[in-house]
Each structure stands twice: as structure tokens, then as C-alpha cells.
């Protein structure tokens, strides 16, 4: 061995709904990740946004140990069951006197870490602001940069640049709290006339399905709209699609970005919401959909042209709503689940990819992109 390992800080955490999901996605990265040529340790944001910088390599986990437990913080599973009774995500605990507000992380931080791998979904983490401020501190960063990170977190302005593409999109439209509190019959009109009765209501810049409802009929869209208000101050209206598959394709790379074959998601839930995607056996993931060839192709060639459109790097997620006749892109996910068993890892090993080796390609292509 020669010359000393990279210093990676693996981001944890972070002040979204997906705190618990992304310390799932780095437990893996820390596990997973190759520590003959990259020496770990986590970054971990907590839920008020104070920073635990790291002082020393990450230890290796256990078979019975895990990084929430380590960071005090719940997982994925501890989090549905308490969303059941409260329908609001809480701060993870946390009584630690090394925590700094990002201000002062960022002195200390670029001393720390060579290379900062993300694995932090959601708002300030996957929506292109602490990419900003790693490109402030001079640090290289897994994934997407500002503007793709962004651009791909809001789901109006995602869509809206999507057609101007000429790329399918379902109908949609959406409103600030400012007007849903103003005016709120002239909202309920204009999805009337415009959607229709039967829609999904979402916050525009989450993810998780959080604060998200399948409406029926309009006498039950106030009530959705008051509960994605409740977690953003900007709501997307879609039109709902009927009995629609739900595909998804990888892509990874900068310049030159390859995809990976379509994978599936099944739900036993009327959609894919929070609990579907974090308890056990509500959902299956296929790495590999079992769809015929021409689709395939059609849909590798709309995630390309997504991810080229956006300005991605490093990695992205292309969601798609399929029906026999048509296919939509839903949305671009710039940090994907990025545990062994999600989607996205599970179609780079399909395509020669093992997860230790996706890991490390992702550090190559951050570093790329820095130079
Ligand atoms: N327009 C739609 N028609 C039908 N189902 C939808 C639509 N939009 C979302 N869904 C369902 O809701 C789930 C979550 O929506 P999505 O836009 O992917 O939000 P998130 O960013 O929270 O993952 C999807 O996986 C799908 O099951
Ligand atoms: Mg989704």
C-alpha cells in the first residue's frame, strides 16, 4: 500500500421526514464500502440540523449492532409505528455536546474529509442545498450537483422541465399555502376543471411518500390539501393513473451516464406510500422487471434523456407510471434507497456492479466531477 486512504465522510441523517431512511442507506455504505482503499466515518446531521462531525474512522458494525443505535436515532420500521399514531415525523433524540450548527461544520469539516458520499434523502439533503454547501467548502460530493439535485426535488418544476423536453408526464397542478389559504374554493375549481375528481396530492419538494393522499372524489380534497400543506408550503395536484405498473431505471455516470434494465415495485398498498416502502413485506422490489424487450428500451431511453434534461451526475433513480398503453415519467430520485436490498444497488449488481463496487465507483465519478 502506498500514501494513506481517501477520508470519506458518509452524510447521515439530516432534518427531513427521511432522516431514519437515509441512516438505513449510510449503515449500508458503512458496511459495504471497501476499507482497503477508503478509510470512513460518518457525518451526522440530526434532526435540527446540528452536525456531528466524525473524529475518528467509523467502526465496523456488527452483525447484531446498527448505525441508529450508534447515532441514537429510530429506524425506518420504529418510525412507521409511530407515524401511525401521530402522523408527524419527530426529531430523532439526541443529548450530545459534540453537535455544531452547519456554520461552524464547515471550518472543521474540510479537515475531516477528503470526499463526502451522501446518503441523506429529502429536503437539505437530496434538494441541491447541502450540495451547495459542500461546494462552498471546496469538498467533492457523491451524486448531482446543485441544480440537478434541485431541480429533480420539485416535483412542479421537475415536470415542468420534462415537457419542455417532450418528455410524457402525467397532468398536474399546483398551488402555494398562500393561495390554498386565500382562496381556497377557487383551488378546489381549478382541480376540478383541470385534473379531475380522482387525483394524488403531494407536497412538491419531499419524498417518501410523506404528507401524500389518493383522492376520490373533490368533497376529499380539502382535506388532502390540508395535509400536504401541512408539510410543504408548495402542493402538486396529479391526475391519478389507473392500475399503473411501476417501473424504474438507474442510471449512473457523468458525461457519459449508462442505465440500468427496468426494475419493478409492487405494493399491497392503493399506492406506494411510507409504510409500503419500509415494513417488510408490504412491497417487493425487482431489480429486473419482467416486461418485453421494446419497453425496456423505450424506458432506458426516457431515463437517459431525464437525466441528461436535469443535468444529473453521479447517480439517479428514474420512476415511471407504465399502463398498457403509455408510460410516464413519475419522478427522478437523485439519492435513491441505497441500502444492499434497494432498487437501485440491486440493479448495478445485476449489471456486474457489486454494491463494495458501486461505492467506489460513485467516489471516482465525485472526484471526476471536482476536477
Ligand atoms: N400520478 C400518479 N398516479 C398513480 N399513482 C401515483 C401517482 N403519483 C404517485 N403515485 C404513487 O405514489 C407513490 C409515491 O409517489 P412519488 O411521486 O414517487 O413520491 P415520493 O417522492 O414520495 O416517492 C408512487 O410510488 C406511486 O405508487
Ligand atoms: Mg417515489
Redesign the pocket.
Known sequence: MTGRRLRIGIFAGGRSAEHEVSIASAEAVLRAIDRDRFEPSIVYIDREGRWRLPTAEAPRLGAGESLARLLGAATPAEEVVRLREHDDHLPASLGDQGALAARSAVRSLGDAIDVAFLAVHGPYGEDGTLQGFLELAGIPYSGAGVLASAVAMD?VVFKDLMRGHGLPV?DHAWFRRSAWTREPEHVVREVAETIGPRS?V?PAR?????G?SLVDDLDALPAALDRAFGHDSKVIV????EG?R?LECGVLGNDDPIVFEPGE?R?THA???YEAKYVEGLATVEARADIDSDLAVQLKELALAAYRAVDAAGLARV?F?VTADQAFI??M?TLPGFTATSMYPKQAELAGLSFTALISRLIELAQERDR
Open positions: 416535483k402525467v394524488i403531494k419531499l419524498g417518501s411518500s410523506v401524500m396529479e391526475s391519478y393513473v399503473a411501476e415495485v405494493s399506492f406506494y406510500d420512476d407510471l413519475s419522478e430520485n
